[in-house]
C-alpha cells in the first residue's frame, strides 16, 4: 500500500508569481483534501476534491484552485502569491463514505519572498 | 463557522502522571470528533475519533456536548506520548474537511 505522496518537497518562489503543488493519493482513496498549515497554527482546509470536481471549499480567495485527475491525484495551484502564503502546504487523502480518517501527505513548505 | 479551541499551546507533564488535553468546539450538529497527533519527524495521522470510541495508545476522549468539549486523556503518560495534538471537528462542508484547533505541544518529561 502505497502512502500519500507530495511534491515538491519545499520551494521558494517571489511574490506576484504562480505554484503548483503535487499530491498523489493513497492507494484505494478516492477524495483529497488541501489544507494550509502557517507557522505555529493549525492546518486550515482550502478545499477537497471528490470525482474530479470540487467538493467544498474553506476561506481562501479564488486564486487558490486546484484540479483532480482521473488517477485521483491532486494538484494545487495559487495564483499572484503574497507573503502570506507562505506556509506548509498539507495534502490528504481519504475515502468518501468511509471511516473519514485522512491519511495525510508530509507536506510542501513554500516560501513566498 | 466552526470553532475549535485547544487552550493550551505547551503542555509539560512528567512520566507516570495522568495527561489531560483540553479541546472546546463549536458546532451546530451531532458531531463527529477526531484527535490527530504528529510525532517528531512524522506525517500528520489520526489518534482517534469519538464515534469509534477506540482506546489508542492508551488515550480516551469523551463527548461532552453540554459543555462541549472532547477532551483527551491518559492515565499514564509516557515518553513516546511527546507530540503535537491537535482536536478535529468536521467543519460545515462534513466529517472529511476538518477544522484543526492550533494543537497543543505535548512533552513528557522523563
Known amino acids: 500500500e502505497t502512502g500519500v505522496t507530495q511534491s515538491p518537497t519545499h520551494l521558494i518562489k517571489t511574490r506576484g508569481q504562480q505554484v503548483t503543488l503535487r499530491c498523489s493519493s493513497q492507494?484505494?482513496?478516492?477524495?483529497v483534501s488541501w489544507y494550509q498549515q502557517a507557522l505555529g497554527q493549525g492546518p486550515q482546509f482550502i478545499f477537497q476534491?471528490?470525482?474530479?470536481?470540487?467538493?467544498g471549499r474553506g476561506n481562501f480567495p479564488p486564486r487558490f484552485s486546484g484540479l483532480q485527475f482521473p488517477n485521483y491525484s491532486s494538484e494545487l495551484n495559487v495564483n499572484a502569491l503574497e507573503l502570506d502564503d507562505s506556509a506548509l502546504y498539507l495534502c490528504?487523502?481519504?475515502?468518501?463514505?468511509?471511516?473519514?480518517?485522512?491519511?495525510f501527505g508530509p507536506g510542501t513548505r513554500l516560501t513566498v519572498t | 463557522a466552526q470553532r475549535v479551541t485547544q487552550p493550551e499551546k505547551l503542555l509539560s507533564v512528567f512520566k507516570g502522571a495522568p495527561v489531560e488535553l483540553k479541546c472546546n468546539y463549536s458546532?451546530?450538529?451531532?458531531?463527529?470528533l477526531f484527535w490527530y497527533v504528529q510525532y517528531s519527524r512524522q506525517r500528520l495521522q489520526l489518534l482517534l475519533r469519538h464515534i469509534s470510541r477506540e482506546s489508542i495508545k492508551g488515550f480516551t476522549a469523551d463527548l461532552n456536548k453540554g459543555e462541549t468539549s472532547f477532551h483527551l486523556k491518559k492515565p499514564f503518560a509516557q515518553e513516546e506520548d511527546s507530540a503535537m495534538y491537535y482536536c478535529?471537528?468536521?467543519?460545515?462542508?462534513?466529517?472529511?474537511?476538518?477544522?484543526f484547533g492550533t494543537g497543543t505541544r505535548l512533552t513528557i518529561i522523563p
Open positions: 476534491y471528490y470525482r474530479e470536481e470540487e467538493n
Open positions: 458546532y451546530s450538529g451531532s458531531p463527529e
Open positions: 478535529a471537528p468536521p467543519n460545515n462542508f462534513g466529517n472529511e474537511k476538518l477544522t
Open positions: 490528504a487523502s481519504s475515502v468518501s463514505g468511509g471511516s473519514y480518517e485522512q491519511y
Open positions: 492507494s484505494g482513496h478516492n477524495t
